[in-house]
């Protein structure tokens, strides 16, 4: 069993920055590939960026390129997102995945 915290989301002006985290219990950490997700009201669960088990190879979606970068650090079973530049449609509820594992959420609102 795997529990997933997250933490770090607010409330932020456009343009704005956030650094989310996500820790994790358990010793298996470190062979996961996390993901962060989010979701906005009314919409689908929209994948937003990943890393493999060892840090070495991320992933993004189109919308977050360049703006956001994912980090891993399997010592203190912790994953970040480094949010920069942020936008209105950024909002929503981010969540942090590992394996079939979900963490509850926390939530970035952006303000135009």
């Known amino acids: 069993q795997v529990q997933l915290v997250e933490s770090g989301g607010g409330l932020v002006q456009a343009g704005g920055s956030l650094r989310l985290s996500c820790v994790a219990s358990?010793?298996?950490?470190?062979?996961?590939?996390m993901t962060w997700f989010r979701q906005a009201p009314g919409k689908e669960r929209e994948f937003v960026a990943g890393?493999?088990?060892?840090?070495?190879?991320?992933s993004y979606a189109e919308s977050v390129k360049g703006r956001f970068i994912i980090s891993k650090d399997n010592a203190k079973n912790r994953m970040t997102l480094q949010m920069d530049s942020l936008k209105p449609e950024d909002t929503g509820l981010y969540y942090c995945?590992?394996?079939?594992?979900w963490g509850q959420g926390t939530q970035v609102t952006v303000s135009s």
């Open positions: 995945r590992a394996s079939e594992y």
């Open positions: 358990g010793s298996t950490f470190r062979s996961f590939t």
């Open positions: 890393i493999n088990w060892s840090g070495s190879t991320t």
